[in-house]
């Protein structure tokens, strides 16, 4: 019988620990989208309500007529941005790894740079560019100014470096051009790296609540993170309504993760044959 070592048992411990910590809120919000407001505020910590209902999801979605609108909103705005980053981060990643230009070093210094910039300095200044652009209460405004990001170039340079130039210049001597090979080599075997893009680069649109608070005013573009915050006023706040909506809110996150689990936890394995 095999026997645990102290060191790799108390990792398990730890790990079961924290694992403990992170679900009991999660499974708590998950009780309280069925149970009734009086019983959320009453004080009572139970995970099962006492009083099972429905009327939460029901009044969101019915009665909330702007709900569907936000829910609409956040996919958009998350799988339009999150496409047009792993197509621009890749490329840029790419050309940083395998393309010599004029500039290449310092531009490659300019984007290590800029990771080290905090996003609130910027909030400013992008708000200025957009209300030039008329861009303001628009989906544009939430997307074209995110569809890069320097932290996955970065990530995907790092990526491409590694990647054999043996498959490249087989693809070449195949009659394939620079962006045949990039798209129709590079790309396909990427599939771990850009899994790992797509879950962080939807959960950073997901989430953002600042950006769309500066952007959008009207209620109707609202983004979900945004408009879960009018159920919150300033003698009651609805909580029942907000961990049925939170609920909502929180399962495209874990579809996107289910569906990139197997690439985003797999290696790959490079070979001349591959």
Known sequence: MKKFKPGKLLLYVILILYAVVTLIPFLWA???????????????INFFPKEFTFDNYKQIFL????????LFNSLFIGVAGTLLNLLFNSMAGYALARLSFPGKKPLFILILAILMIPAQVTMIPNYLILKEFGWLNTYQGMIIPAMINV??????RQFFI????ELEEAAEIDGL?????????????AKPALAAQAIFVFM???NDFMRPLIIMSDPTMFTLPLGLNTFKGQYISYWNY???ASMVFTLPVLLLYGFFNRYFIKGISFTGGK
């Open 30 to 44: 998950l009780g309280s989208s069925f149970k009734t407001l009086g019983e959320i505020v009453s004080g009572s």
């Open 204 to 206: 950073g649109f997901w």
């Open 151 to 156: 932290t996955f170039i970065f990530m995907m």
């Open 177 to 189: 051009n620079r962006f045949g090979v990039f798209f129709r080599i590079v790309l396909p075997l």
């Open 63 to 70: 009665e909330q007529k702007l709900f569907p609108r936000w």
């Open 242 to 244: 907000i961990m049925a």
């Open 162 to 165: 590694n990647f054999p130039k």
